[in-house]
């Protein structure tokens, strides 16, 4: 049925336009206070926010100033030019931090996609025993912070003899449960007979799933990534690493967040350089990462 | 009854043979999951394994493990005070920020999703950005200073509601109360995206089947029908607060100090980090993660057949 004909069995005369285009069950009354409810909910929300914004932007006269202004009168990039000066002057340079996170994040996020949906894609496709019962596990397992594992992984580490190099922080990122989760869900909703097609044709299992499964789930590829970035853009390492030239940026920019009342103005640049990542890749991959979570409901 | 066993056995029997046929004929399967499940074994099975292990020793690293029965359990829970405000102030977390924060997700994402399209991306953005902004939730120390100067003391003094500024973050009455506030500043996760892409996949034609039936307001329609078809959704996001909820431990440490003053802020991760990473004595540490694992998991069970009976 085409949407004017559809429109047309419903629409009754007396209906105006503005209702006729309305959902059903709802009213304008609870409409507009329910808007109203989350306009303030927001403006609470992303006050904290906004506010560490304006502040890395005011010079410091701005920052001591009582009583305090939410946005900056004369608005300057000073505090992120003097980070950056801050930084170029470290005994380790600011490009070595910077390589080291990128290293360890891509490094990280690539092993932790192939692996991860290797074994997403025969646990989604196909049924064999202990199968189920592994995906049992991995979905408590979703509930253990990384602290609550810490010190059992810090005796393991330190026997394999990775203390103090990437791979402490690399290979036990490749296990993460929710990104494994987060596939395998997505995968289910994958056509069981693409895959028996492509079997006809003689493909084995590994061109089934690099030529027939991996490119059509491509939203759930974006999600990975960007929640294994977020996870290791955010992880100071600071249990692991000691050396400093193996440092992550984060933690070198928290070391100057300390740096005492003379660093106010560093510090807040800091606080923005820091949260501004995770955002931005979220608010330019968000379709795809709500795509993929449409389908991470946990079944019984 | 011997006849019974003898049945009984010869079909575990039978069905093992019949497992391990399929095994067989899915070797590649296995081959598939192999890399996966050796580094999930190593760095989420093994430690809860050696977890527990570890706890019925007394271990420092520099020595062998020693074996020392449920005594590291018996001073935790019978000698170590400081434990037992961990245990008072996690409950007390979980308990109010865990369904507080659970519920304030799916309400912004049941309000979020009666946006227009456009309006409702960027709306998802605003509430999910303080989850993942990383240490942001410091500039919360600036707000609640201790002196007259900080935002909060000096608001609440201007309109005459205190006389003197209050210690927000060092006055054990209060501290725990602005940490609560943080993490619900924070709570709205991963499961809130889970809530928010799920109530786009409820069927439209469910809610107009709905409306001939006789359902009149929203309230209704999301008792009867959007919730009960976002189950699975609702059971992730129980999963995602209870990780939040009992693994407090960052905005506590940062905001409150390390140790707090008189401990009042202290939680169970804290008291797990304060004995394996600054004491070394990593068999009580142990311990104090068993007993989490535990609560964790009791809590798991006890919300999943909570939300099995939602919209019945």
């Known amino acids: 049925m085409s949407k004017k004909t559809q429109a047309a069995v419903i629409e009754k005369p007396y209906h105006k336009k503005l209702i006729r285009r309305r959902k059903p069950n709802r009213s304008i009354g609870g409409d507009v206070a329910l808007v109203l409810f989350l306009v303030l909910a927001g403006l609470v929300?992303?006050?904290?926010?906004?506010?560490?914004?304006?502040?890395a932007l005011k010079p410091l006269d701005e920052l001591f100033m009582f009583p305090p202004r939410i946005f900056a009168r004369n608005p300057t990039f000073d505090n992120f030019s003097d980070l950056f000066v801050t930084m170029g002057k470290s005994w380790v340079t600011f490009s070595r931090y910077f390589f080291?996170?990128?290293?360890?994040?891509?490094?990280?996020?690539?092993?932790?996609?192939?692996?991860?949906?290797?074994?997403?894609?025969?646990?989604?496709?196909?049924?064999?025993?202990?199968?189920?019962?592994?995906?049992?596990?991995?979905?408590?397992?979703?509930?253990?912070?990384?602290?609550?594992?810490?010190?059992?992984?810090?005796?393991?580490?330190?026997?394999?003899?990775?203390?103090?190099?990437?791979?402490?922080?690399?290979?036990?990122?490749?296990?993460?449960?929710?990104?494994?989760?987060?596939?395998?869900?997505?995968?289910?909703?994958?056509?069981?007979?693409?895959?028996?097609?492509?079997?006809?044709?003689?493909?084995?299992?590994w061109r089934v799933f690099a030529g027939i499964v991996m490119p059509n789930v491509k939203p759930a590829w974006m999600t990975l990534i960007i929640f294994s970035v977020q996870g290791l853009w955010n992880n100071r390492a600071a249990t692991f690493i000691y050396s400093e030239e193996r440092k992550t940026l984060v933690y070198a920019l928290q070391q100057i967040q300390l740096g005492g009342i003379?660093?106010?103005?560093?510090?807040?640049?800091?606080?923005?350089?820091?949260?501004?990542?995770?955002?931005?890749?979220?608010?330019?991959?968000?379709?795809?990462?709500?795509?993929?979570?449409?389908?991470?409901?946990?079944?019984? | 009854m011997k006849e019974f066993f003898k049945k009984y056995f010869e079909l575990r029997k039978y069905n093992a043979k019949v497992a391990w046929k399929k095994a067989k004929i899915s070797k590649n399967c296995y081959l598939f999951l192999a890399?996966?499940?050796?580094?999930?074994?190593?760095?989420?099975?093994?430690?809860?394994?050696?977890?527990?292990?570890?706890?019925?020793?007394?271990?420092?690293?520099?020595?062998?493990?020693?074996?020392?029965?449920?005594?590291?359990?018996?001073?935790?829970?019978?000698?170590?005070?400081?434990?037992?405000?961990?245990?008072?102030?996690?409950?007390?977390?979980?308990?109010?920020?865990?369904?507080?924060?659970?519920?304030?997700?799916?309400?912004?994402?049941?309000?979020?999703?009666?946006?227009?399209?456009?309006?409702?991306?960027?709306?998802?953005?605003?509430?999910?950005?303080?989850?993942?902004?990383?240490?942001?939730?410091?500039?919360?120390?600036?707000?609640?200073?201790?002196?007259?100067?900080?935002?909060?003391?000096?608001?609440?003094?201007?309109?005459?509601?205190?006389?003197?500024?209050?210690?927000?973050?060092?006055d054990p009455k209060y501290m725990i109360w602005i940490c609560m506030l943080v993490i619900l500043w924070m709570s709205l996760g991963q499961g809130f995206l889970s809530f928010v892409a799920g109530l786009q996949g409820v069927d439209r034609s469910q809610i107009e089947a709905g409306c001939m039936d006789g359902i009149k307001n929203r309230w209704q329609e999301l008792w009867y029908i959007t919730l009960p078809s976002m189950k699975p959704m609702l059971m992730f996001g129980a999963v995602m607060s209870i990780t939040q909820a009992f693994g407090v431990c960052d905005v506590t440490m940062q905001l409150c100090g390390y140790p707090s003053t008189d401990y009042?802020?202290?939680?169970?991760?804290?008291?797990?980090?304060?004995?394996?990473?600054?004491?070394?004595?990593?068999?009580?540490?142990?311990?104090?993660?068993?007993?989490?694992?535990?609560m964790m998991i009791l809590c798991n069970k006890a919300i999943q057949s909570l939300l099995r009976r939602v919209g019945t």
């Open chain 2, 264 to 294: 009042a802020a202290r939680t169970i991760v804290t008291h797990l980090f304060d004995y394996g990473f600054t004491r070394y004595e990593m068999g009580y540490a142990c311990a104090i993660a068993t007993i989490l694992f535990l």
């Open chain 1, 100 to 205: 080291n996170t990128v290293f360890i994040t891509a490094a990280g996020t690539a092993g932790h996609l192939l692996i991860a949906s290797m074994g997403a894609f025969v646990l989604a496709k196909y049924d064999f025993p202990g199968g189920r019962t592994f995906f049992k596990i991995v979905t408590i397992a979703m509930m253990f912070s990384y602290y609550v594992t810490g010190i059992p992984n810090y005796i393991l580490i330190n026997k394999l003899g990775w203390i103090d190099t990437y791979w402490a922080i690399i290979v036990p990122a490749f296990a993460s449960p929710i990104g494994f989760f987060l596939m395998k869900q997505f995968m289910e909703g994958l056509p069981t007979s693409l895959i028996e097609a492509a079997k006809i044709d003689g493909a084995n299992e």
């Open chain 2, 35 to 170: 890399p996966y499940a050796i580094f999930f074994t190593m760095f989420f099975v093994f430690p809860v394994v050696a977890s527990i292990y570890f706890s019925f020793t007394y271990y420092n690293i520099l020595e062998a493990p020693r074996f020392i029965g449920i005594q590291n359990y018996i001073s935790l829970l019978l000698e170590d005070d400081i434990f037992l405000i961990g245990i008072k102030n996690t409950l007390l977390i979980a308990v109010i920020t865990g369904p507080l924060g659970y519920i304030m997700s799916f309400l912004f994402a049941w309000l979020i999703n009666e946006l227009p399209r456009w309006v409702r991306s960027v709306a998802v953005v605003v509430f999910y950005a303080p989850s993942i902004a990383g240490n942001c939730f410091v500039i919360f120390s600036v707000f609640f200073r201790g002196d007259a100067y900080g935002y909060v003391n000096a608001f609440l003094m201007n309109l005459g509601l205190i006389d003197t500024p209050k210690f927000w973050l060092t």
């Open chain 1, 262 to 300: 003379a660093r106010t103005g560093q510090a807040a640049a800091v606080l923005v350089v820091v949260m501004i990542v995770p955002i931005l890749i979220f608010v330019f991959s968000e379709s795809q990462i709500l795509e993929t979570m449409a389908s991470s409901g946990l079944k019984d």
């Open chain 1, 45 to 55: 929300m992303v006050f904290p926010i906004v506010y560490a914004v304006s502040n």
